[in-house]
């Protein structure tokens, strides 16, 4: 199975400064077809996760452009341009292209 | 408006069986491919399975099979996870999703909580 490793696993940030998550895969996630299938998802404690970012850089809907996600091959990143009270809680990347589907462990943003 | 509503959770004893059901609404339910994902308390995500719009194709983490079957009924707008031989480790909250790799407008449950325990 791909192993997402995520780093840091804790980010306390200061509200309206940037933050920003890594996720490296253990493998290529460039996919047969020649897509990347890295996602991004945010988690609010007592909430269903919730998707953000789909094939490495695509905002899903009503997500707000201060999110940004990048990356290629087995090195991605998750940018927030300036973090606001809502953005705290649990974020996740997953990777689509290799089944099974897996996660990173998580990294848990709050602000300080 | 999609929406995906999970039932069927509670409290088993462990080598018991529970099946978990998903009523989807709001989208052609035949036309999507459908997922289990689930999250033991205080951990991470883990998926499960998959099965393709018309049933035709399933896929589960190694983990799962033999012990957990993923179905639907198209007529009914359904999903299903029928879960045997239960464990302490199967106790978490298990999601229905509406995966879209490619574009957006993926949809996940509120979640149901299953706890195996004697």
């Known amino acids: 199975d791909v192993v997402m490793t995520q780093s840091p696993l804790s980010l306390p940030v200061t509200l309206g400064q940037p933050a920003s998550i890594s996720c490296r895969s253990s493998?290529?996630?460039?996919?047969?077809?020649?897509?990347?299938?890295l996602n991004w998802f945010h988690q609010r404690p007592g909430q269903s996760p919730r998707r953000l970012i789909y094939?490495?850089?695509n905002r899903d809907s009503g997500v707000p452009d201060r999110f940004s996600g990048s990356g290629s091959g087995t090195d991605f990143t998750l940018k927030i341009s300036r973090v606001e009270a809502e953005d705290v809680g649990v974020y996740y990347c997953?990777?689509?292209?290799?089944?099974?589907?897996?996660f990173g462990q998580g990294t848990k943003v709050e602000i300080k | 408006e999609v929406q995906l509503v999970e039932s069927g959770g509670g409290l088993v004893q462990p080598g018991g069986s529970l099946r978990l059901s998903c009523a989807a609404s709001?989208?052609?339910?035949?036309?999507?491919?459908m997922s289990w994902v689930r999250q033991a308390p205080g951990k991470g995500l883990e998926w499960l399975a998959n099965?393709?719009?018309?049933?035709?194709?399933?896929y589960y983490v190694d983990s799962m099979k033999g012990r957990f079957t993923i179905s639907r009924d198209n007529a009914n707008n359904s999903l299903y996870l029928q879960m045997n031989s239960l464990r302490a480790e199967d106790t978490a909250v298990y999601y229905c999703?509406?995966?879209?790799?490619?574009?957006?407008?993926?949809?996940w449950g509120q979640g149901t909580l299953v706890t195996v325990s004697s």
């Open positions: 999703a509406r995966p879209r790799r490619s574009i957006s407008e993926e949809y």
């Open positions: 709001g989208f052609t339910f035949s036309s999507y491919w």
């Open positions: 997953m990777q689509g292209t290799h089944w099974p589907w897996t």
């Open positions: 099965i393709k719009g018309d049933g035709s194709e399933k």
């Open positions: 094939k490495v850089s």
């Open positions: 493998q290529s996630l460039v996919s047969s077809d020649g897509n990347t299938f």
